[in-house]
């Protein structure tokens, strides 16, 4: 449910909340939120019990990024995820479509389902950011202060029975979505967060939350930005599933970045796809040439 500090908040089998540590024998490798693992040894939840975990089982889906499109080492963000909602602001923060690109790339990498949720539309209206990704299989909840109560209950059936992480900027709304689809968020959050030694939690690390009616929220912090390092260059074009078919006319040794032989920009001039998304895909394979 939780990482600090080399402390893991595990959820039991009996539904009792333990603290564990890494065992040597799992070396180096990484245990991240969402991990199903095996632990031995003081599993009865009291202030001084200590487990180990000693196993993690096969992941079935991850969700990866770096530090930047230069940074060889790629972080696992969640472990086992099946949903992502992209949480984005129509203003304070103005809505950021590269970012979200970005976040849907890793998404469709992981092989798991990405869902778009608008907060703010009162203050600002979102054709515009709605047009652009119109063209893509992603649903889309809107939601604004008046209404928030139908946004959360559209967005919570789509998250029952799935694991479901939540990633946006600081300031989007995310924890203010959060706190309604988990309502006592604060009192589990604070349960974990004793148990592990943290502090008040304010997102600074991920964090699993079980949903009333079932399934599983993962909170994590405010991004600035997402690092695709890990995706090869011939996967990123796959990752934008609305260019993709466009790309069956050009030359087998495209690079898709020479509008002079790309045949994706006649894809988009006939209008199946925007061509804010064809230069947000040209923007992270130039990145990656550069790297």
Not at 88 to 94: E, G, H, K, L, S
Not at 272 to 289: F, Y
Request: charged share 25%.
């Amino acid at each position: 449910m939780s990482v600090d500090r080399g402390r893991y908040g595990c959820l039991l089998a009996d539904g009792a909340l333990s603290v564990a540590m890494r065992a040597r024998e799992l070396g180096r490798r990484a245990i991240a939120v969402g991990d199903e693992v095996e632990v031995v040894g003081d599993t009865t939840g009291g202030p001084d019990a200590l487990a180990r975990i000693v196993r993690i089982t096969p992941r079935r889906s991850v969700l990866r990024r770096s530090a930047d499109d230069a940074d060889p080492v790629e972080r696992v963000l969640v472990a086992n995820a099946e949903q992502l909602v992209v949480v984005c602001a129509t203003v304070d923060p103005a809505p950021q479509p590269r970012l979200i690109d970005r976040c849907l790339v890793a998404a469709y990498d992981a092989e798991i389902t990405p869902i778009l949720c608008i907060t703010k539309v009162d203050l600002a209206v979102p054709d515009q950011l709605v047009e652009g990704y119109s063209r893509l299989d992603l649903p889309m909840v809107r939601s604004s202060k008046p209404d928030r109560a139908r946004a959360v209950a559209e967005l919570k059936a789509r998250l029952i029975g799935h694991v479901t992480v939540l990633v946006g900027s600081s300031g989007v709304g995310k924890s203010t979505l959060v706190n309604a689809l988990v309502p006592d968020a604060t009192q589990r959050i604070g349960e974990v967060s004793a148990r592990t030694g943290k502090g008040q939690h304010t997102t600074t690390a991920a964090i699993a939350l079980p949903l009333p009616d079932g399934g599983w929220v993962i909170d994590t912090p405010g991004i600035r930005s997402f690092g695709l390092a890990h995706v090869d260059r011939d996967r990123l074009v796959h990752c934008f599933p609305d260019l993709v078919p466009g790309t069956a006319a050009c030359p087998t040794d495209c690079d898709h970045l020479d509008p002079e032989v790309c045949e994706l920009d006649a894809w988009v001039a006939a209008g199946n796809a925007s061509a804010a998304r064809l230069d947000s895909l040209r923007r992270l394979l130039v990145n990656r040439d550069e790297s």
